[in-house]
């Protein structure tokens, strides 16, 4: 198994993810003229996170679950 994250890694992976998805929707609506407020960023990037995550996690692997179980 790999190294162990502490939560706070874990919430400092996820900021900065984050952040650097905001730059770049805001790179592209600069591109395309376009003006969101704050909202519609967490709210944007929020729900294609979470798409990310499930599709990650779908695609582990069951027999890695199955080693840690038992």
Do not use: A
Not at 34 to 42: F, I, P
């Amino acid at each position: 198994m790999e190294k162990e994250i502490s939560y706070e890694e874990f919430e400092e992976f996820i900021e900065r993810y984050f952040l650097q998805s905001v730059k770049e929707m805001k790179d592209y609506n600069d591109e395309q003229n376009d003006v969101e407020s704050v909202d519609q960023y967490k709210s944007t990037i929020d729900e294609g996170m979470m798409d990310n995550i499930s599709q990650i996690i779908d695609g582990i692997d069951d027999g890695k679950i199955e080693k840690i179980i038992g």
